[in-house]
């Protein structure tokens, strides 16, 4: 069984910076991609950056600049490192990974049960 559990979540002025991390447990054999996504109250989930295996990224338009993913891979962990944090980045953050739990199975996509971001004065 694997589980993804993240944390890092909280309250933050505007302009101010926080650090999300997911950590990946259980049965895996390899970890592909990661990545992060949100969900703010009445609109539908999106995706926010992601990141392979190799180390490459991808970042939504919105917050090109000021977010930045990392993944350990050796701990199976990835980050999400929020700078200058805005009003409209409120949101519960979901982290998520594509992996497999043997080397004979395929890629199963995964996700973690949020966290709340709230930037708010």
């Known amino acids: 069984q694997v589980q993804l559990v993240e944390s890092g979540g909280g309250l933050v002025q505007p302009g101010g910076s926080l650090r999300l991390s997911c950590a990946a447990s259980?049965?895996?054999?390899?970890?592909?991609?990661m990545g992060w996504y949100r969900q703010a109250p009445g609109k539908q989930r999106e995706l926010v950056a992601t990141i392979t295996s190799g180390g490459s990224t991808y970042y939504t338009d919105s917050v090109k600049g000021r977010f930045t993913i990392s993944r350990d891979n050796a701990e199976n962990t990835v980050y999400l490192q929020m700078n200058s944090l805005k009003p409209e980045d409120t949101a519960v953050y979901y982290c998520?990974?594509?992996?497999?739990?043997?080397?004979?199975?395929?890629?199963?996509?995964?996700w973690g049960q949020g966290t709340q971001v709230t930037v708010s004065s």
């Open positions: 998520n990974a594509d992996l497999s739990s043997n080397p004979l199975a395929s890629a199963r996509n995964y």
């Open positions: 259980g049965r895996i054999f390899s970890i592909y991609a």
